[in-house]
């Protein structure tokens, strides 16, 4: 029904809205071509600090570390999560329990994610740190690149995997049965079932996990600042942290908000691949 | 009948386990540990008795305690505002066609998908000018960011599931627009409007950086006093972890009456 009049149901959201979204992003651009001294003294310096931002090799280091982490990750965690998903009972009282179980990591606040893979990893005092030293194997990710990766591709895997399994899940169950039947007397294998069977009917669900995982493993903040700081050096800085260090560590205005726009900008790129898929998808069912 | 089922699970049992075990063990180091006195964690003395000291810690010193009402506080703030103005922003967008409805939409998804980070800056000094800064409130509006959109997006998901059949009828029977809305719609997507509250309330209550940024002393909440909870002698693990597993309670208290939705939840409603 086409009634313009519904425009008053979405004003309050606006009213919100454009206070915690509107005005602080003409803030950000405000600043992103200006230099700033302080209040009083400013100079419009155009696209001077988008340039910059461009050039700065660290802007640039975060920016590769955040796709390899993004590619990484997605690279795990949706097969894992397709395999897991397959491996679930369809029926029974028992599957609301374990996918209930499952979930759990998914409900803890990010900040205790880290902190669980600290204690759980660290040499020390952790399980899995002491365990992993006890054989023999030098394991310290505090202090060495490669294991402070390995530990955080862990922690985003047992952090975020279910996710996937849950989307994967619901997508499965929405397959008739009659599709199963003709697959088994056609003698198909396991993985002609996967591919002409489910895989066409998971492709809607398939994409929205994708492009969450995407987008959230694109602004993780947390979770790496809890458990290692972004070292040892900066290997794994991503790009809020860098952007967070600028912005209220240093209170470099100009350039920091030169870079938010861009990173903005990459966002906006990303949500708009989820939005159209979406919409393609709706109008397809 | 077995051949179906074989051909639906594929196996993988073993796979399965795997994965729990995966999920279970750091979550199981992580009681473990709340258990246990520092010193003992740290191995500094051979007693590894059970102990509910870390949790006593908490629940009688102020900086501990404070933080958790702090973070419930600024939570259920944001929990009301985010579904109350989204309720009639979800029936416009799910009943409605109207001039620029997609583009508002989409744009309320950029919001949601924008990193924090981006929003750091003006949010520091829009709350510093305004003299919110370190209230709840400040936190509760900043998340309002994320939260309002996500609100949105869900309650649209189960609102369009309603058959428009139901607005017809009421309207038939002489009912007003406000009285059918509140008596007879939203009665019917209750368990809609329960996983918005839930999904609102799980990402203000896991949100750090713009908490963090937004605090100073007084409205602290608890994920920032967890991450300082340096002192002279270290790190209390012991405390730490059982703030970590008091953290988890909410949503583990929760997460059951919710269970059948939880996917479309975090699908933003976009799954049935």
């Known amino acids: 029904m086409h009634d313009n009049r519904a425009w008053f149901g979405v004003l309050p959201v606006l009213l919100i809205v454009s206070f915690s979204a509107v005005i602080p992003l003409i803030t950000v651009v405000n600043y992103s071509v200006q230099d700033i001294f302080d209040v009083d003294t400013r100079l419009f310096v155009g696209l001077d600090w988008y340039r910059e931002t461009l050039r700065d090799p660290r802007f640039l280091d975060a920016l590769l570390r955040q796709a390899g982490f993004s590619i990484l990750i997605l690279g795990i965690e949706i097969p894992l999560g397709i395999l897991v998903a397959r491996a679930l009972p369809t029926e029974g009282r028992r599957v609301g329990l374990i996918l209930v179980l499952m979930a759990i990591p998914l409900l803890i606040p990010w900040n205790v994610v880290g902190t669980i893979w600290q204690l759980f990893a660290r040499p020390d005092i952790g399980l899995l740190g002491s365990f992993v030293n006890g054989l023999g194997v030098e394991f310290n990710f505090t202090a060495n690149r490669l294991d402070a990766w390995i530990t955080l591709l862990m922690m985003d895997v047992w952090h975020w995997t279910s996710l996937v399994a849950l989307l994967t899940f619901s997508g499965l169950s929405s397959i008739p049965s009659a599709y199963y039947q003709a697959a088994t007397m056609d003698g198909a294998s396991r993985w002609q079932v996967f591919r002409h069977v489910e895989l066409p009917r998971l492709k809607s669900v398939l994409m929205i996990a994708v492009l969450l995982r995407l987008m959230d493993s694109f602004m993780i903040y947390t979770e790496p600042f809890v458990l290692t700081g972004g070292g040892p050096g900066n290997s794994t800085t991503f790009l809020s942290q860098y952007l967070t260090t600028m912005a209220v560590g240093q209170f470099d205005l100009g350039p920091a908000a030169a870079f938010s726009v861009l990173y903005f900008l990459v966002v906006l790129l990303l949500c708009w691949l989820f939005y159209t898929s979406m919409t393609t998808n709706a109008e397809e069912q | ?272």
């Open chain 2, 1 to 272: 009948m077995k051949a179906i089922q074989a051909a639906k699970t594929g196996g993988g049992q073993w796979l399965l386990y795997l994965y729990g075990i995966y999920l279970a063990l750091p979550v199981y180091w992580l009681v473990s540990l709340s258990l246990r006195s520092n010193q003992s964690i740290v191995g500094t003395t051979g007693d590894a008795g059970l102990t509910f000291a870390n949790y006593q810690e908490i629940f009688t010193n102020p900086v501990w305690y404070t933080g958790f009402a702090n973070s419930l506080s600024y939570v259920a703030i944001n929990t009301v505002i985010s579904v109350t103005v989204a309720l009639p922003a979800a029936y416009a967008f799910s009943r409605y066609r109207f001039i620029g409805d997609k583009h508002l939409f989409f744009w309320l998804l950029t919001n949601r998908m924008a990193p924090p980070a981006v929003f750091l800056l003006p949010f520091f000094q829009l709350y510093s000018a305004v003299g919110l800064f370190d209230t709840p409130l400040a936190v509760a509006l900043a998340h309002c960011l994320f939260t309002v959109p996500l609100s949105v997006w869900i309650l649209e998901g189960f609102m369009s599931s309603v058959p428009r059949s139901l607005d017809e009828m009421a309207r038939i029977d002489g009912h007003s627009l406000p009285y059918f809305f509140l008596r007879i719609f939203l009665p019917t997507i209750k368990s809609g409007i329960g996983v918005t509250v839930f999904f609102c309330f799980m990402f203000s209550w896991v949100e750090l950086l713009l908490a963090r940024t937004l605090t100073g002393s007084a409205a602290k909440p608890i994920v920032v006093v967890m991450t300082r909870t340096v002192s002279a002698s270290g790190i209390d693990w012991g405390v730490l972890a059982a703030a970590g597993v008091l953290t988890i309670v909410p949503g583990l208290a929760v997460v059951w009456f919710v269970r059948k939705h939880l996917v479309k939840g975090f699908a933003l409603g976009r799954v049935s």
